[in-house]
């Protein structure tokens, strides 16, 4: 079993940067591929961005591409979202997941993720 969780969410103003991080526990970190997530207030959760297995290959949704960098330290069984001209649109609650073990590509689907953490808030305002 993984266990993930996630941190630093805040609140921020149109146009900074923010980098929340994902800790994960219990399971060989470095055997799943890791994505993120985010939900907004009465929308569905949608995929952000994903990263392989040692870090070499990553997806991005098109809303985020060239502001939102994900990466990844197996040394310290973390992912990382790093998100630079945030706009009041990317407001959600950001969940990071991971695919069971042995699937070295991230995948866009959720239903692809095994393991959830509990979400951390960024709210951007204008």
């Known amino acids: 079993q993984v266990q993930l969780v996630e941190s630093g969410g805040g609140l921020v103003q149109a146009g900074d940067s923010l980098r929340v991080s994902c800790a994960a526990s219990g399971g060989t970190f470095s055997s799943h591929s890791m994505g993120w997530f985010r939900q907004a207030p009465g929308k569905e959760r949608e995929f952000v961005a994903g990263v392989s297995i040692n870090g070499a290959t990553s997806i991005y949704t098109d809303p985020v591409k060239g502001r939102f960098t994900i990466s990844r330290d197996n040394t310290k069984n973390t992912v990382y979202l790093q998100m630079a001209s945030l706009k009041p649109e990317d407001t959600a609650v950001y969940f990071c997941?991971?695919?069971?073990?042995?699937?070295?590509?991230?995948?866009?689907?959720?239903?692809?993720?095994?393991?959830w953490g509990q979400g951390t808030q960024v709210t951007v305002s204008s």
């Open positions: 997941a991971a695919r069971p073990r042995g699937n070295y590509f991230p995948t866009r689907e959720a239903s692809a993720y095994t393991y």
